[in-house]
Every structure is written in structure tokens, then in C-alpha cells.
């Protein structure tokens, strides 16, 4: 039987281990994150320059405390093909998901778009229903 000093031994490594794991998870040591280009599939070198300024606009956008936000931007975005969506959650993922741990789908699922419409909050739901059947998410 184990006296109780080597217990709280043993419990003090198991909670040390669990906090290393944690900061090493955050800081992108175990993310899943690809490194690689994002696949542009059969769109244009235009096309994909576009979505990039678009990613940084959403970015941008979404960056920060925000009660507003720049409603064409979400518009244009619900346009697009859904090649061209798929794209965009790429391209986003590749430039932000490993400073700030979130995808694409998670940052639009974070932000509280109700607060400046409830339009923009439809329109935002459209948006992530469509990254979840095209398998983005």
C-alpha cells in the first residue's frame, strides 16, 4: 500500500503532465493544423487570390470585441460555390487556425452575430450548415 506522501507525489506529476499537455496543445505542438497549401481545387491562381482577401477581410472582421461587423463581407461568403467555400475555409484555416486554435467553422460559430442583426445571424447559419454537408468542418 502507498504511504500518503507518495500519493500526493504521484498526484502533483499527473497534474504537471496534464498542464505541460495542455500548453503544448495551445501553442500548436499537437495540432492537426496542415502546414501545407490549402487545395485550391480547379479554381483559378485570380480565383484563389480573391478567397485569400477575403479570409484576411473575414478575419479582420471577426478579430476582437465586435457589435458590429461588415454584413456584405458574410453575404459575399454565402455566395460562393461551394468549391469555392470549401476554398475559403481552407485558406482560413491554413493563416489563423494555429494562432488562434479555432477553424473557420468555429469562428463563425463563436461570434454572437445577433447582437448587430438577426439577419446577419441567418445568413451566418447558412454559412456553417453548408461547411457541415460539405464535410469542411
Known sequence: MLNKKTLTIIAIIIVVL???LYIAYRSG???STNTRPPKTGDLTPE???ILESLSQKLYEDM?????TWNH???DQVSLLDDEALVVLSNIFNSKFEKESGET????LDSEAFS??????????DTIKNR???????
Not at 131 to 137: D, Y
Open 18 to 20: 496534464f498542464i505541460a
Open 104 to 107: 473557420f467553422f468555429e469562428w
Open 115 to 124: 447582437w448587430d442583426s438577426f439577419s446577419l445571424e441567418t445568413v451566418t
Open 47 to 49: 480565383e484563389v487570390a
Open 29 to 31: 505542438k499537437f495540432s
Open 131 to 137: 461547411l457541415i454537408n460539405l464535410g469542411a468542418v
Open 63 to 67: 478579430s476582437g470585441l465586435n457589435r
Open 72 to 74: 456584405n463581407l458574410y
